[in-house]
């Protein structure tokens, strides 16, 4: 008896110490980054209307969306659930996407002031031009990419990391470009997602491809360009 009362002791404490390593655990969540510049700073490239709505909405939502479905990945994970875990995984690679892609959209921005519209210079500059010939060249490159894809998405500049050279790839919808290939860094990404130029472009999506070179952030490339690939 007092064997079985010491092994029903044992059995609620661990029971109670499990209990409480899972209601210490926090679930990583994400928030919506600051931006280094004010809303209206990107003019008239994109109105400050433009950069509001979407950094405080769109940005905002797939922040929201995103921590939603890893809290019910989490505990259906838990329930061993796996049709549901299944089922969130289209939900967290859209609204993740979204998060990750926009996260590095507004990096990739900058006020005249602050460099925006400043041709790349060091390695990258001379990467672009080896690679593309010039930096007219691969900017036409991307404009067309852009204009030319369907639906909603994104045009990336990247670098593959294991042959050192820049790639152009779209993606759909919130797809990140590391869905082409597990080598590929972004470098800049264009969202050609309406929201993005609609209310200042309305349907003529290339106008917004022209302009929003006028304030890309190459320093920023640059810096993630030297990071992947140093003394290059």
Not at 186 to 208: F, T
């Amino acid at each position: 008896m007092a064997l079985r009362t010491l092994a029903a002791k044992k059995t609620l404490t661990t029971a109670r110490q499990g209990l409480a390593l899972i209601q210490s655990r926090s679930l990583q969540t994400f928030s919506l980054p600051d931006l280094s510049y004010d809303y209206g700073a990107l003019e008239p490239a994109i109105s400050g209307e433009i950069m509001q709505l979407h950094h405080q909405k769109h940005h905002q939502t797939y922040v929201t969306n995103y921590d939603k479905a890893l809290e019910q990945l989490d505990g259906a994970m838990s329930k061993g659930d796996a049709p549901t875990v299944v089922k969130l995984q289209s939900a967290i690679k859209f609204n993740g996407g979204g998060h990750i892609n926009h996260s590095i959209f507004w990096k990739n921005l900058a006020p005249v002031y602050q460099g925006g519209g400043e041709p790349p210079k060091g390695n990258l500059g001379w990467r672009i031009d080896e690679d593309f010939g010039s930096l007219e060249t691969l900017v036409q490159k991307m404009n067309a990419e852009g204009a030319a894809l369907q639906g909603s998405g994104w045009v990336w500049l990247g670098v593959d990391k294991e042959s050192k050279k820049l790639v152009i790839e779209t993606t759909a919808n919130q797809d990140p470009l590391m869905t082409k290939g597990p080598n590929l860094v972004p470098l800049l990404g264009i969202d050609v997602w309406e929201h993005a130029y609609y209310l200042q472009y309305k349907n003529v999506r290339p106008d917004y491809l022209k302009n929003v070179w006028k304030v890309m952030h190459w320093k920023y490339a640059g810096e993630v360009y030297d990071k992947e690939c140093p003394q290059l």
